[in-house]
T-cell receptor
Framework: NAGVMQNPRHLVRRRGQEARLRCSPM?????VYWYRQLPEEGLKFMVY????????ESGMPKERFSAEFPKEGPSILRIQQVVRGDSAAYFC?????????????FGPGTRLTVT | KQEVTQIPAALSVPEGENLVLNCSFT??????LQWFRQDPGKGLTSLLL?????RVQTSGRLNASLDKSSGRSTLYIAASQPGDSATYLC?????????????FGKGTLLTVNP
């Protein structure tokens, strides 16, 4: 059973470009969570999604950031008009359906560098 | 608002030593607490998960304790090895309506010297 997959693993964008980060949950998992790890900081919750629904986006910056988890395909975290402060590691986690408090399994992360 | 603090921020020990990493949290109303390992440039590996009703969880050379009332957890590593070198993260899950959120500490960077 493959684990949580994230791609790309490393992403370099110039200021003003868009960044798209993808997350494929573990097989059988339909809950996805995104966390951000800024340099020298702990991981911070960003958003919790179920298939076709955003459950909690309280940790997402109000502008430029959006997330989706369509019926088919991976979850996408989209950052528009990136700035240097967006440089961070973005981690995705997934859990089984019906268990909002079920154990979360983490992917390897996408390291975004904004130049 | 839950806050998680890990002490020390960094620790360097010679191979073979037993060591203790500390984690404290401000809100004792937790669902569970989890210890992770993070290697440089890599993802998170779950080491131990302790439910709020438990006090101890063990796996091999690792032993984690939880004192919910005092808001503390410790991760004990026995007979440390160079391969244990990594950042260790503590994360708590609240027991309220947002019990899916993990709140992380900043981690303890462990270096085990041969």
């Amino acid at each position: 059973n493959a684990g949580v997959m994230q791609n790309p693993r490393h992403l370099v964008r110039r200021r003003g470009q868009e960044a798209r980060l993808r997350c494929s949950p573990m097989k059988g998992h339909s809950h996805v969570y995104w966390y951000r790890q800024l340099p020298e900081e702990g991981l911070k919750f960003m958003v919790y999604l179920q298939k076709e629904n955003i459950i909690d986006e309280s940790g997402m910056p109000k502008e430029r950031f959006s997330a989706e988890f369509p019926k088919e395909g991976p979850s996408i975290l989209r950052i528009q008009q990136v700035v240097r402060g967006d440089s961070a590691a973005y981690f995705c986690a997934s859990s089984q359906p019906g268990q909002g408090a079920g154990e979360q399994y983490f992917g390897p992360g996408t390291r975004l560098t904004v130049t | 608002k839950q806050e998680v603090t890990q002490i020390p921020a960094a620790l360097s020990v010679p191979e073979g030593e037993n060591l203790v990493l500390n984690c404290s949290f401000t809100d004792s109303a937790i669902y569970n607490l989890q210890w992770f390992r993070q290697d440089p440039g890599k993802g998170l590996t779950s080491l131990l998960l302790i439910q709020s009703s438990q006090r101890v969880q063990t796996s091999g050379r690792l032993n984690a304790s939880l004192d919910k009332s005092s808001g503390r957890s410790t991760l004990y590593i026995a007979a440390s090895q160079p391969g244990d070198s990594a950042t260790y993260l503590c994360a708590v899950r609240g027991s309220g309506g947002s019990n899916y959120k993990l709140t992380f500490g900043k981690g303890t960077l462990l270096t085990v010297n041969p």
